[in-house]
């Protein structure tokens, strides 16, 4: 119950947070100083801060009732990591990362590496989702057959 209560008042103060950067962020201009940042620098900066705690939480939380509860469930979650460090890899590797024609805004080529990995890995979310979803209306409609 401990536990709960604690994610539930974590996720209360992230979501206050978030809403007070968006309040801040477009009634003051998202200005640090005298340097005015865009929007989306500010959002996607506290974005990728929000996704690295839900994978601290994740793997730290996970590893700790892993411990607890059955220690043999270790292996499943390493194996876990290796395949998402796995699919990374390879949605880096596939990443070109040649710029946009007639682009206004240019970009480093890591950068734009990063930007065609992160495309690749939203792709491949998308496909396993779609997948996930036919073979499992497949497997249910299977076992409801029996």
């Known amino acids: 119950m401990k536990l709960n209560k604690i994610f539930k008042w974590g996720m ?8 007070a950067i ?4 477009f009634s003051a201009g998202f200005a640090i100083g005298d340097e005015a940042l865009p929007a989306t620098n500010v959002l996607l900066t506290w974005a990728a801060i929000m996704i690295c705690i839900a994978l601290f939480c994740w ?3 996970g590893l700790l009732v892993s411990i607890k509860n059955d220690p043999k469930s270790l292996v499943k979650m390493g194996i876990a990591l290796v395949g998402i460090v796995v699919v990374c890899l390879i949605a880096y590797l596939l990443a070109k990362g040649d ?3 007639g682009a ?3 970009a480093t080529s890591g950068e734009l590496k990063l930007t065609d990995t992160i495309l690749n890995l939203t792709l491949i979310a998308g496909v396993g989702a779609i997948v996930a979803i036919i073979v499992g209306e497949i497997r249910l409609a299977l076992s409801n057959k029996k």
């Open 12 to 19: 209360v103060v992230l979501i206050l947070i978030s809403v």
């Open 22 to 25: 968006l309040v801040w962020g």
């Open 59 to 61: 793997i730290v939380i």
């Open 99 to 101: 710029p946009v024609p």
């Open 104 to 106: 206004a805004v240019t």
